[in-house]
């Protein structure tokens, strides 16, 4: 009995792992694209490198400009439409698009699709996907999927050697 509670404890566990590992892909990936979006949405270097700092307990998205550059990345990777809505069936092929990804996609889109029905009323795009990105890392962080800032910068690390 204790050998099948530790068999499915492990599973967890290693599940766990995959999906961190499969959520700082993403944020990495997504992230290519702020270079791109610095200049479109006006922001300076300090506001930058407050990216890094996305998934952190104590960061607080309330900046306009990380609205405007978080818009802007989404629109980079065709996440959303014409009208500023999301594009569901791109956001999922874009999370699909990451090894493992396919784990967790309908997760995800369910938590943007909640967090956009949330923040549909919002007149600013900006403030818009700023409310919609604060709404979805708290439903990541609440799933236990937020990845910590160590393995992000692990995995930054490792792809610029490469």
Same mark, same amino acid.
Request: proline share 1%; glycine share 6%.
């Given at each position: ?8 404890? /492990? ?21 290519? /694209?702020?270079? #791109? *979006? ?25 900046? !306009? ?6 818009? *802007? ?44 029905? !949330? ?6 795009? *900006? ?6 990105? /604060?709404?979805? !890392?708290? /439903? *990541?962080? #609440? ?20």
């Amino acid at each position: 009995m204790a050998g099948a509670a530790l068999l499915v404890l /492990a599973g967890l566990l290693l599940r766990t792992r995959a999906d961190l590992g499969v959520m700082t892909d993403l944020t990495l990936g997504f992230g290519q /694209a702020l270079d #791109h *979006c610095r200049e479109e949405s006006g922001l300076t270097q300090e506001k930058m490198e407050e990216f890094f700092h996305f998934w952190s307990e104590d960061f607080k998205l309330e900046a !306009r400009e990380l609205g405007c550059a978080l818009r *802007c990345m989404s629109a980079h990777f065709n996440l959303i439409t014409d009208v500023n809505s999301m594009h569901h069936a791109n956001a999922e092929k874009f999370v699909k698009s990451f090894p493992n990804g396919e784990v967790l996609a309908e997760q995800l889109i369910g938590f943007l699709h909640e967090c956009e029905r !949330r923040h549909h009323a919002e007149a600013d795009a *900006c403030f818009r996907v700023l409310h919609m990105a /604060a709404c979805f !890392r708290d /439903a *990541c962080r #609440h799933a236990r999927l937020a990845p910590t800032m160590e393995m992000l910068l692990a995995e930054f690390i490792m792809q610029a050697e490469t």
